[in-house]
């Protein structure tokens, strides 16, 4: 009998310790993959059937009744390398995230399963959520051996950032100083191994990174967006060494359910070779060829520098996509939305939907009717979530800009020209347009328009940060992520115009012009409008998507990146953030990773991030393009005391059957 199943990579068993009985139950997982399955059989002696018709019950029987007869959980197996090579293996013992035991009854479960494993084998209590890790704060770990989630994911060599496969010839870079070298930089058709890989990654078939980073870096962005896996395997330089890959052609594939990154050897292309158009190919492992990006016609005409709050999502052709989803952002917060339970009234079987969740999430007591949540959801944004103030400037400044300029209008012709042939330098035409527009005088009337617009609705604010609005970003499969320029700390008209320059420049860098043409996205069909906002100097700051990256299947979680003090450190990936998961269904939240941090956050940050987490939820509900509202949002976020403050809102890039 095989009791023994895999998690992540990991071998377990589920374990049930039955309080009345004074018995510990190991779960054959093979036909049983789910506690109520195995406790309707072999100790409720129910129908599953009868169970299932209300799992709620069942689940706070079990999970949250303080006066429980069981204690559910998992016991599972992790093997350490230690330097000198040497292997030993420890058991860890951990309940459902959603699990309230207090510090009594987790003693009381570890004390349990002590006594019927063997005693040699180390065990540790993995507490599943912040609340356990509180409860147990004060049992001296002598009596209680724990190990933190976090400790683990150090630990871990193996972490699936997007699952996917790719066919291409593997490039190993054991410094980013030789990848910045290579005379033959990394193509399409190329899967890319390197300590870390960095931001300004040209479009490849895959990626691995050799040391630990973040789902929610901007490499793992684009890889979602492009479709490519993408994956942390510790030690892959030197297995790959050690099997000769290096230069040759292989098949990479990243699977949420493995134990590690799998790369094996394969037959190269039957046909020219990298330097011609593979992706015609029909192997769907060959993610060479990007996905053709169709732009909506761009509204060139005139129009007037407006405040975010005025724009909604249809503004996106004048405006950009960034500042039509902060306007529609505020729209929301101020007004609601007739959308924002969608997510919770999904069926989710054997449930009916979520609506009773998100009840008691919201604290809605008696009947879930929709008009008593989308109520209490409005007193929760209302209260706790603000976008700071800014303007857009519209597509036809920047049209308005380049024409006034002779010259610069002869190298945008002299690129389109690179552009359709397929030859001539590329990279100093693009550097030279660059130079020329972040350097052109701007028209006088133009400045007179962006400091007349400063003064009526932003009088008050002391710093600002310049950011793009392009139409070619934020695009399904065309995320563009860190692609185009931010400019912080504007102070005065002069640095703003400098820093309104600098973003229109950014269309032109040869990485942007590359990328979108890769995309079938033309040069004279890429606008930039630009955002000038109140800059927001916080102590906590990050990102948070509307999903768990590392596991498609898990409809619960979100995941945020945390960093103190700068936003721009979660998304520009400097230093490693903290990452933390909330439930938005049961409540609760775990952190997975410190990062470069020495402490976790304090309980009033974790009680704030876990309301922005169910503002996220309400939030994907009424920006998803559909009726089944299951498309993740990016928000970048602030935290201000109790009041969050939210600085983009985006779709994030999720593929089918990832």
Not at 37 to 50: K, T
Not at 564 to 583: K, M, R
Request: proline content about 7%; glycine content about 8%; some cysteine.
């Amino acid at each position: 009998m095989r009791i023994a199943g895999s998690l992540a990579g990991f071998p377990f068993v589920k374990v049930v310790a039955d309080l009345d009985e004074s018995t510990l139950h190991f779960i054959d997982s093979t036909g049983n993959p789910l506690h109520v399955q195995y406790m309707a059989r072999h100790i409720l002696h129910r129908p599953l059937e009868e169970l299932l018709r209300d799992i709620d019950a069942f689940n706070h029987d079990m999970y949250i009744r303080p006066d429980r007869r069981f204690y559910l959980g998992l016991l599972a197996l992790h093997r350490r390398t230690d330097g000198d090579g040497a292997e030993s293996v420890l058991l860890s013992l951990e309940t459902v995230e959603a699990d309230t035991m207090t510090g009594a009854m987790l003693l009381d479960f570890y004390r349990c399963v002590r006594e019927h494993i063997q005693p040699s084998a180390p065990l540790f209590l993995k507490p599943a959520n912040h609340l356990q890790e509180s409860s147990v704060a004060d049992i001296p770990p002598a009596e209680l051996p724990r190990l933190l989630a976090h400790e683990l994911f150090a630990q871990g060599a193996y972490a699936p950032l997007n699952p996917g496969a790719a066919y291409g010839r593997l490039r190993v870079f054991r410094t980013e100083a030789a990848y910045r070298a290579a005379a033959d930089p990394p193509g399409r058709h190329d899967i890319v191994v390197m300590p870390r890989v960095p931001d300004d990654i040209p479009r490849v078939a895959g990626m691995i990174n050799a040391e630990h980073t973040t789902p929610l870096s901007h490499t793992n962005v684009l890889a979602t967006g492009w479709g490519i896996p993408n994956a942390v395997q510790t030690g892959i330089v030197e297995r790959l060494d050690a099997a000769g890959l290096d230069g040759e052609w292989v098949r990479y594939e990243v699977s949420a359910d493995a134990a590690e990154a799998r790369v094996e050897p394969a037959e190269p292309p039957a046909g020219p070779g990298p330097g011609s158009d593979p992706g015609s190919d029909s192997d769907p492992g060959r993610t060479w060829a990007a996905d053709r990006v169709v732009l909506e016609p761009p509204e060139t005409g005139a129009a007037p520098i407006a405040e975010l709050s005025r724009l909604r999502m249809g503004d996106h052709y004048r405006y950009g996509t960034k500042a039509a989803n902060l306007g529609e952002l505020i729209g929301v917060l101020e007004n609601g939305s007739r959308r924002w339970l969608g997510f919770y009234r999904v069926p989710r079987p054997p449930r009916a939907d979520l609506l009773d969740h998100l009840a008691r999430r919201l604290g809605v007591h008696g009947p879930a009717d929709a008009a008593a949540l989308s109520a209490a959801a409005a007193r929760l944004v209302r209260k706790h979530a603000q976008v700071p103030r800014g303007i857009a400037l519209p597509f036809w400044l920047q049209r308005r800009f380049l024409e006034s300029s002779p010259r610069i209008q002869q190298t945008i012709g002299r690129l389109k020209m690179v552009l359709e042939t397929g030859a001539g330098p590329l990279d100093s035409l693009c550097a030279e347009l660059q130079h020329l527009i972040a350097t052109t005088r701007l028209p006088d009337d133009i400045r007179a328009r962006i400091d007349e617009a400063v003064v009526a609705h932003l009088s008050g604010v002391g710093r600002f940060v310049v950011r793009s609005s392009s139409n070619a970003e934020d695009l399904e499969g065309f995320s563009a992520a860190g692609v185009y320029e931010s400019v912080r700390h504007a102070r005065t008209i002069d640095a703003i115009v400098d820093g309104v320059r600098e973003v229109w420049a950014s269309v032109a860098s040869a990485r942007a012009v590359r990328l979108r043409d890769e995309a079938g996205i033309t040069l004279e069909d890429s606008y930039m409008g630009v955002i000038v906002q109140e800059e927001v100097s916080v102590p906590l700051g990050g990102v948070l998507v509307t999903c768990n990256p590392l596991d498609s299947r898990d409809f619960r979680n979100v995941y945020a990146n945390i960093a103190t003090g700068s936003v721009a450190d979660v998304v520009d990936g400097v230093g490693a953030p903290l990452q933390h998961l909330y439930n938005t269904v049961e409540g609760g939240g775990r952190t997975v990773s410190l990062g470069s941090a020495a402490d976790d956050l304090d309980a009033r940050a974790k009680a704030a991030l876990g309301r922005l987490a169910l503002i996220g939820r309400l939030l994907q509900s009424h920006f998803s393009p559909d009726y089944l509202y299951e498309t993740p949002v990016d928000i970048e976020w602030a935290l201000d005391g109790e009041l969050i403050r939210l600085l983009q809102i985006r779709p994030y890039q999720v593929r089918s059957g990832a």
